[in-house]
């Protein structure tokens, strides 16, 4: 273990405010901006902890609630915690089980207290509140916990924000107040909605209590992509400069590009492996449907300029072949060939702010992709369960992914 949380901003881009940062936590550091896989029930599927090391990835997602419901956190905590139940040698960060107040609201009720959730497995009953969030991420033993918070969807009244907004609050304190001080993180999160003042009225709120980094939570719920970006801007730059500021959830390449040059630094979401398993790959020059029948006999790689070993190897012909067939490989091989691109991108976003050249790495990527700055897809990067038994099962020949409110899930 390297050491207690610690962040830095290394360089500020002049022309925007992209910033360069190293995050370091007791199992390694993070270059930032960073995107952070997802792997919601303690693994990015379809790929090892080696596959994510040789792509260059420092941290993952990790569920609480899914990992509270499957295996449990005492088993976890009994065989090591999670790094080493996993495999994972990086650093984790555990979302706290707040998106699910959202994503299985016919499923919980609410109070101040908490949430009170009935599996989605087996129907049992699980109070979470943010003491119970907190010990779940302790015994998970992630790198950086985020606080219990609600997350409305959008829209919604101002009243339901407003409520958001105080429950987020007093949830954020109940949670500081139990986090052990051992040299782990805990990030508040801000909500809001898409009312500017309540955002601020949040940021207040929640930066008077004092965490170690910042998230951006209430976005990509149902809004559009042109509102997401929106309520990012209203919100990152209220946030304090020498703390992390992690967009949760938000995750097209264009939103990544957008949002670095916003003041950004961690973004997480399913998007690159729940397309891949779909069928849609990213390239350089937009999206890809693989499953496309014109590809049958195409003989070029899925990215003429990607040096992933997906391109280096493989025809689109031959991955059109795996995703008609059915076969296992091409939800390993899709995957590969997505996380690739979204690690790709980050490594060059650093280096534009590292040059002082990032408002030429957003105009030249507005210029190759002319619809990025406007995308309509933006993915929520948290996981709806599965329901038991084959109804709701999505094998890697299913046509349409799944959504909770706007969002794609897992």
């Not at 998970?140 to 958001?164: E, H, K, N, T, V």
């Not at 107040?177 to 898409?194: E, N, T």
């Not at 919100?235 to 670095?260: C, F, K, Q, S």
């Not at 390993?332 to 690739?340: E, F, M, V, W």
Request: proline letters at 5%; a neutral charge.
């Amino acid at each position: 273990m390297s050491g207690r949380f610690a962040f830095d901003v290394l360089r500020r881009d002049p022309g925007t405010r992209a910033r360069r940062g190293l995050i370091v936590t007791p199992h390694g550091s993070i270059d930032t901006p960073a995107f952070m896989p997802v792997g919601t029930a303690g693994t990015v599927k379809a790929m090892t902890p080696e596959d994510l090391v040789s792509l260059g990835f420092e941290m993952v997602l990790g569920n609480t609630y899914h990992l509270a419901l499957r295996p449990g956190e005492e088993i976890v905590r009994r065989l090591g915690g999670l790094h080493r139940f996993m495999g994972w040698d990086g650093s984790i960060l555990t979302d706290s089980g707040g998106f699910q107040v959202l994503s299985l609201a016919d499923l919980r009720s609410i109070s101040d207290e908490g949430v009170a959730f009935r599996s989605h497995l087996d129907g049992s009953l699980l109070d979470m509140t943010p003491e119970r969030s907190m010990a779940i991420q302790e015994a998970l033993g992630s790198d950086i916990a985020m606080a219990f918070d609600d997350c409305p969807p959008l829209p919604s009244g101002r009243d339901r924000i407003l409520q958001a907004v105080r429950r987020t609050t007093l949830w954020a304190r109940r949670s500081r107040a139990v986090f052990p001080a051992d040299g782990r993180a805990l990030f508040g999160i801000v909500q809001g909605g898409d009312d500017r003042g309540l955002r601020e009225q949040s940021v207040a709120e929640i930066t008077a209590i004092g965490f170690e980094g910042y998230a951006i939570g209430g976005v990509s719920v149902g809004e559009s992509a042109e509102l997401s970006r929106s309520i990012v801007a209203m919100t990152a730059g209220h946030l304090p400069e020498d703390r992390p500021r992690y967009l949760m959830g938000m995750g097209t390449p264009a939103d990544l590009v957008e949002m670095i040059a916003l003041g950004c630094d961690l973004f997480d979401c399913v998007l690159p492996t729940r397309n891949a398993r779909n069928g849609t790959l990213f390239t350089s020059t937009g999206r890809l449907q693989i499953k496309r029948r014109e590809f049958a006999a195409d003989p070029r790689p899925v990215d003429e300029t990607c040096g992933c070993p997906v391109c280096r190897r493989f025809t689109r012909a031959y991955l059109r072949h795996l995703y008609v067939a059915g076969e296992i490989l091409s939800m390993r091989l899709n995957t590969l060939h997505n996380l690739h691109h979204y690690a790709d991108l980050m490594r060059r976003a650093r280096s534009a702010i590292d040059a002082g050249q990032y408002l030429r790495f957003l105009e030249e990527f507005r210029t190759r992709l002319p619809g990025a700055g406007a995308e309509q897809e933006s993915a929520q990067g948290r996981e709806v369960p599965e329901r038991n038994g084959a109804q709701g099962r999505t094998d890697v020949r299913s046509r349409r992914p799944r959504t909770i409110a706007g969002r794609q899930i897992e």
